[in-house]
């Protein structure tokens, strides 16, 4: 467990992976990306965010730029599926 949260702290802490991560829970796979990864990537990008990894959650937090892209797959012109949209629900939980 400390392993992975040190793998966490010092692999995905920066804005540029927290940015990454935010993409793949708001932004459709491309086709032609195999389906595993695709399911992959999402799933672990969903389960780092609600692993509440303080450095993590920091970075999306202070910085108005990637929340403002997190939060964008609410716009009502943002298309999405049903997949991305329940990672998006556990990833963000409205109303809770």
Do not use: R, W
């Amino acid at each position: 467990m400390v392993l992975c949260c040190l793998l966490l702290y010092f692999n995905l802490s920066g804005k540029a992976q927290v940015e990454q991560l935010i993409c793949y829970i708001i932004e459709e796979a491309a086709e032609d990306a195999e389906k595993k990864q695709t399911f992959k990537f999402l799933f672990i990008a969903c389960e780092i965010f609600t692993c509440e990894v303080d450095v993590i959650l920091t970075n999306l937090v202070e910085d108005e730029k990637l929340m403002s892209k997190l939060i964008s797959f609410l716009e009502p012109n943002h298309s999405h599926g049903n997949l991305l949209a329940g990672y998006f629900c556990k990833t963000i939980p409205i109303g809770e």
